[in-house]
Each structure stands twice: as C-alpha cells, then as structure tokens.
C-alpha cells in the first residue's frame, strides 16, 4: 500500500490499530481494556507456566482427536453423499440443517450425555467440524470427472480402492478447504465447549480470569488462541495452493 | 451401397467379441441401442462408424460393462460380460489420466490395481512408455504433457495390463491434425506388432479407412447395423501413398454416401 509517494511496510495498519489501542490502554477509560503492552508482557509471562501447558495439552488434545474423527467420518459420508442419490437424499438435509444450526446451544445437552468431562469437548469439536468437510468432500466428489471413474473401474478397481485411489485424490482440493474451514469451526467448538463446561483447558483459565477480573491475563489467553487459529488457517491454504494445480486440469 | 466397393463379409477370423440382440434403453426413455448384432474378429481392428449420437460410445462401454444392457448379451473370448474384466482394456476420448500421478504411475494404474508389486508394476510400464514414444518423459505429470502425448500415456496404459481387446473410444479426437496422423499410422504399427482385437469408436470416416480391417457402420438412434465394410486397402506402404489411393478414396466415398442420408 501507498499512500502519496511512500511505500507502507505491510503490517502498517496493525500498528496503527495497535498503538489506538496503547493509547485507550493508558488512559484507563475501561477496565476490559488494559494496554496492549501489558498484555504481551503477560502472555511472555503465562505462557511458560505449568497451568498454561496444562490446559494447552488438554486442549490441543481434544482438538486433534476431534478433528481426526471429523475426518475420518466425515470424508467417507461426503464421498458416499457424492456418489449415491439415495445416500444423499437421506443425510443432505441434517447435513445443511447442523451446518447452519447455533452448535453451541447443543453442548449443554451433549453435557448431560456424556458429562462435563473431555469426551464432551471433543464431541464438541468432531459436532462444529464434521458438516462442512462433509459438504466439500461431497462437492468435491461431484465435480470428478465421470471417465476418471470409469477409468478405475475398467481396470477392475474395487470400492476401497476406487475410494482410496480416486475419489478421495480427485476431490482432494475441495477436501482440503473442507478440512480448513472444519479445523477453524473446531477452534470455535473446543473454546465454546471448555467455557461451558469451565472446569478443563483454555476453559478453565478463561472462567478464572475472568471471574477474578484478570483482563491482562484474560487478553492474553485470548491473543494465543487467535494466533493459532491464523496459523493453522495459513497452514492449509498454503497446503491447498499446493493441490490447486491439478483441481484446474482435472477435466 | 454398391457391393463392389463395399462388401458385407464373414468373418474369416474367430469372433473374439460376440454382439447378441443387444438393446439399450436409457432411464428417460432414450433408446441409444436396437437389438444390435455383431461379431469382432480377434487379431483385427473393427471401427463402429456412425451419425453422432447413435450409441457407438454406448455399445463400447456395454461391451467394456462399464453400462449394463437393458436386453441381449456381449460374449468376450467365449464368456458372457458382467462387468469389467481383465481381458479387457479402455482407453478413454478424454485420457482419464490422474493428475495427481505421473506417467510412469497413471501406466501402471492397472497393474497397482490388481495388486502386482511396485518394482515389477513399474518395469512393464516403463517398457510401454518407451513403447508408445514417451522414453524420458516417465516422471512428467499429465499437466505437463501435450494432448497427444496424454493419449499415449493412456494408451500405453491400456497396453500394460495385456488385455486381449482394446476398447477405444474416440481416442484421436481430442487431438490436433498432425497429432492425429501420427497416431494413426503408430497404430497401424501397434496392430502388426501386437496380436490384440481392437474395438474402435471414430466418428471420422477417413480415419476409420485408414485404420480399420472392418468398419461396421450403425444406423441412427435406436442404432442397428447398416452395413459392414472391409476397406480393401494394402498396408505396409507409404501413409501418403495410401491417402491417395483409389481403393481408400472410393471406400471413404461410399461410406460417406451411406451414411449422408442419415443428417437432417
């Protein structure tokens, strides 16, 4: 960006963002606003303590088995969704129904299922992932072209490895984006469901720091946890770049 | 048709596909298929010629059963067909190559598939690459390659799996002229060397004559044999000479007399 004959460097209007922020900060017009000094000065100080890692592992943990299993449940049923009429008529509208519907309001139900423990987070989590990668597996499968098919079953491929080998590799550039976008709906699903259950994880410290008014500490928490849902989304778009190449030759 | 241009002969050679009453009716009521009989002699090149849309592509995939028949019955080799199998192999008018894989995978596509292992699977196909004139391009993807040099790829696939027919399906016309008669004089080639039935769907009818030891020519849709015809052409001279050859020019001119009143 330019503005008149000077080149700004990239980061520019964050800076301007953060130093309004510094300022507001200092001034002390609201407690929720501490400056943003003193928030990073806190992150460099919770991140190394044993709570912090605790509740990182715990976390992390959830979102990964949640995640795996969003995946592995959630490409097959696409495929299958994107292959078979019938399959698709019978789970379509759940599909659309779960993808649009206010997650969170069914995680005090899935509380009482399986209690307020880990296994709720990480139902949570597969629950806000799971819609959207099958949605995009499906979309995906269907824009094969239809002789790759043939192709495979000419030379006498079974259903494994028609999936295995085919479906799964042609549709993979919308699998991918599917995969992106459940994994940021899984930051959103594991944050919500540790705040409701509140006694694991980033949960935990949020009720804590929150109830004791720490907004420094509160902040910082809150900073980690968007860092990492940017890197994880700047992640896989950079894996998707890597197979958009043959999502253009694919026909 | 004037029967001293165009005969309708007996097979001389073993029926290696056999076509019986075979119809096709299309979930919407298009019947593609009329209770069509044939014969495929083994060893010989059979082009099925015909107004665009009567079900040529049809019938080749009924006979590769990648489409079941509404009635009637295709015999391979003395079998019945119900479905894919390993004697024979398709090659497609759009490639259907992986673009993920490269050439020496998408080649041995058919032998991974039937399990054969990775060392053995990759020494027939690179001899098949070479085959077709693809030597040095074994790591290219398809990407990278020009439309006549996928076909190859797609050939050389078909060829790697050792059916005994080959079922082709438009396969030069997704290519540029030039391309094209290259690839049909590298045919011709590939027929002397390779003992193979081969089943070819053109919808050109130079092409067909000039490749072709029997062209069966389909009627328009519902399609039913209208004629079958045996270019009396001799191989083994000069593409050029042939071109201009009397015998070709009068088979492709009957042909097209034929096969003119079915245009509207």
């Known amino acids: ?251 | 048709m004037s029967p001293a241009a165009a005969r309708k002969i007996e097979a001389r050679h073993r029926p290696m596909v056999e076509v019986r009453h075979l119809s096709k009716i299309y979930a919407g009521g298009v019947e593609a298929l009329n209770a069509i009989s044939v014969d495929f002699p083994e060893g010989q090149l059979t082009s099925l010629l015909g107004p665009s849309g009567c079900g040529k592509t049809t019938l080749l995939k009924i006979i590769a059963g990648l489409i079941p028949a509404t009635s009637g019955e295709v015999m391979v080799d003395g079998r019945p067909v119900t479905g894919p199998g390993p004697e024979r192999a398709f090659v497609f008018q759009d490639f259907a190559l992986m673009p993920w894989a490269n050439v020496l995978r998408n080649v041995a596509f058919g032998l991974e598939l039937k399990g054969v292992a990775q060392s053995e699977r990759e020494a027939v196909a690179e001899k098949h690459i070479a085959s077709v004139g693809l030597g040095g391009f074994e790591h290219a993807f398809p990407h990278e390659l020009s439309g006549g040099m996928r076909q190859r790829v797609g050939l050389a696939r078909a060829l790697a799996v050792n059916a005994k027919v080959l079922l082709m399906d438009e396969p030069f016309s997704a290519v540029d002229e030039q391309t094209r008669r290259k690839f049909q004089e590298d045919l011709l080639e590939l027929i002397a060397r390779e003992h193979k039935t081969f089943l070819f769907v053109t919808h050109s009818i130079e092409e067909a004559v000039y490749v072709s030891d029997r062209i069966v020519i389909l009627s328009k849709r519902p399609s039913q044999v209208s004629a079958i015809v045996e270019p009396e052409i001799g191989r083994g001279r000069d593409p050029d000479q042939i071109r201009r050859d009397s015998a070709y020019l009068d088979t492709v001119e009957t042909i097209w007399q034929s096969l003119k009143r079915y245009l509207d």
Do not use: C
């Open chain 1, 1 to 251: 960006m330019t503005i008149g004959n000077i080149r700004l460097p990239i980061m520019t209007s964050l800076i301007i963002w953060a130093i309004l922020w510094e300022i507001v900060g200092r001034s002390g017009a609201s407690f929720v606003i501490p400056p943003l000094s003193g928030i990073f000065a806190r992150i460099v100080e919770i991140v190394p303590t044993p709570s912090f890692g605790e509740a990182l592992w715990i976390t992390g943990k959830a979102f990964v088995i949640g995640n795996v299993i969003a995946v592995l449940f959630g490409i097959p049923l696409g495929v299958l969704m994107g292959r078979s009429h019938i399959a698709d008529r019978i789970f379509l509208p759940w599909v659309n129904l779960f993808l649009s519907a206010p997650l969170s309001a069914l995680v005090p139900i899935i509380m009482v299922i399986f209690g307020a423990g880990q296994t709720t987070i990480i139902f949570t989590v597969v629950l806000f992932a799971i819609w959207i990668i099958v949605l995009d597996a499906r979309a995906g499968v269907r824009s094969i072209t239809p002789s790759l098919v043939e192709m495979a079953l000419s030379f006498g491929a079974t259903p494994w490895q028609a999936f295995s080998r085919i479906y799964v590799w042609a549709a993979l550039p919308e699998i991918l984006s599917g995969i992106r976008l459940g994994l940021i709906r899984a930051v959103k699903g594991v944050v919500i469901g540790q705040m409701l259950v509140s006694i694991i994880g980033f949960g935990r410290l949020f009720e804590l720091y929150s109830s004791r008014f720490l907004m420094e500490h509160f902040w910082a928490l809150l900073f980690v946890l968007f860092a990492f849902a940017f890197a994880i989304n700047e992640a896989l778009t950079w894996l998707e770049r890597r197979f958009e190449y043959f999502a253009s030759s694919r026909n």
